[in-house]
């Protein structure tokens, strides 16, 4: 079953116009959530990690929110430099220690 | 050279060739992960090693056999590949496996199975 679920699959936005990115997950024992950037031809970039619900982070034009069954990623504001494709991993507890499960990511394209 | 480096970026190889991929981390870390990206699927891990030791292989083939000398270096051997395992493989490092510190990737190696 989907553990991790991302929304949406792809996202075109104008220069300037904010959306938000959607993370949700069914797991439980949440350790901590992890969003991280991928451009084309590249690793994902690590930006964020969120602990507990209620937790926000910031980041240049990127805010990450979470809530007990989802988190957001904000984007105020776009630039095309910030197309790519945007991941999310939740970490949980398990009875044999921590296990990390990433979603299938959003391509956000921003055009100018 | 900082951060996690791998080599080569891209590969192509027939399903009866043998090849490594090779992955080195700069940051101090004693954990070690391969994965494996197709399009459109979530990252799925095959091995993990933390200080050294093989800890996690998520049910992957025997065609790939992997091997971590110290905790800054990993490979990924592979032979008689098949195409659907066409792919980007990433190796990503952290402090340690199971801490909630995120994980570094490299760039991947772009693989292509003919």
């Known amino acids: 079953e989907d553990q991790v679920t991302q929304s949406p699959e792809a996202l075109r936005l104008q220069e300037g116009e904010s959306s938000s990115l959607n993370c949700s997950y069914t797991?439980?024992?949440?350790?901590?959530l992890f969003w991280y950037r991928q451009d084309p031809g590249k690793g994902p970039e690590f930006l964020f990690t969120?602990?507990?619900a209620g937790e926000e982070k910031e980041k240049e034009r990127l805010k990450a929110t979470l809530t007990k069954k989802e988190s957001f990623l904000h984007i105020t504001a776009p630039k095309p430099e910030d197309s790519a494709t945007y991941l999310c991993?939740?970490?949980?507890?398990?009875?044999?220690?921590?296990?990390?499960?990433f979603g299938a990511g959003t391509i956000l394209r921003v055009k100018s | 050279e900082t951060g996690v480096t791998q080599t080569p970026r891209h590969l192509v190889m027939g399903m009866t060739n043998k090849k490594s991929l090779k992955c080195e981390q700069h940051?101090?870390?004693?954990?070690m992960y391969w994965y494996k990206q197709s399009a459109k699927k979530p990252l799925e891990l095959m091995f993990v090693?933390?200080?050294?030791?093989?800890?996690e292989n998520n049910s992957v083939p025997s065609r790939f056999s992997p091997e971590c000398p110290n905790s800054s270096h990993l490979f990924l051997h592979l032979h008689t590949l098949q195409p659907e395992d066409s792919a980007l493989y990433l190796c990503?490092?952290?402090?340690?496996?199971?801490?909630?510190?995120?994980?570094?990737f490299g760039n991947g190696t772009r693989l292509t199975v003919t």
């Open positions: 991993a939740v970490q949980f507890f398990m009875e044999y220690g921590n296990k990390l499960v």
């Open positions: 940051l101090g870390h004693n954990a």
């Open positions: 969120l602990y507990s």
């Open positions: 090693y933390n200080f050294k030791e093989q800890t």
């Open positions: 990503a490092s952290s402090q340690e496996q199971g801490e909630d510190s995120p994980l570094h």
């Open positions: 797991v439980s024992g949440l350790r901590g």
